[in-house]
């Protein structure tokens, strides 16, 4: 049986804990790039925005198509809230490939990559009343 497996490697990113076959990974949770994940003024996902977009090429094809309205592709724009009021969505940080550098970041205390992120921003506002929020 064990003729059928080869050791491989990975690598474990420090700030996210996901495993990669390279070392080449943009971590959003890695302070050096200044951005929402990191810093002690996010407070989470703000809002959930809706975005339809339809490819010019498919739009084409369903110019006639009675299911036009199932065949939109539909995109979900997260706001950050901060509490230095920047206007931003991850959209936003995700183009700039996780290099924000924020003038106004300043680190979470005590940081230690996703769990702190998920403990200040996403934590307290899933369980403020015992119900859940249901983002899409």
Not at 88 to 109: A, G, N
Request: glycine share 2%.
């Amino acid at each position: 049986m064990a003729d059928n497996f080869k050791q491989v490697i990975r690598f474990q990113c420090t700030w996210c804990g996901k495993e990669f076959r390279t070392e080449k990974h943009r971590c959003k949770f890695n302070p050096d790039y200044r951005n929402c994940f990191s810093c002690r003024h996010c407070t989470g996902i703000e809002k959930v925005d809706t975005e339809y977009a339809l490819p010019y090429a498919r739009f084409q094809a369903l110019v006639n198509d009675p299911d036009f309205t199932q065949k939109v592709e539909t995109n979900y724009l997260k706001k950050i809230g901060c509490q230095e009021a920047h206007d931003l969505y991850t959209k936003d940080i995700f183009e700039k490939k996780m290099d924000l550098q924020c003038p106004d970041y300043e680190i979470m205390e005590n940081y230690e990559g996703k769990i702190s992120y998920l403990r200040k921003a996403v934590y307290p506002r899933w369980h403020a009343d015992d119900t859940e929020i249901d983002f899409p």
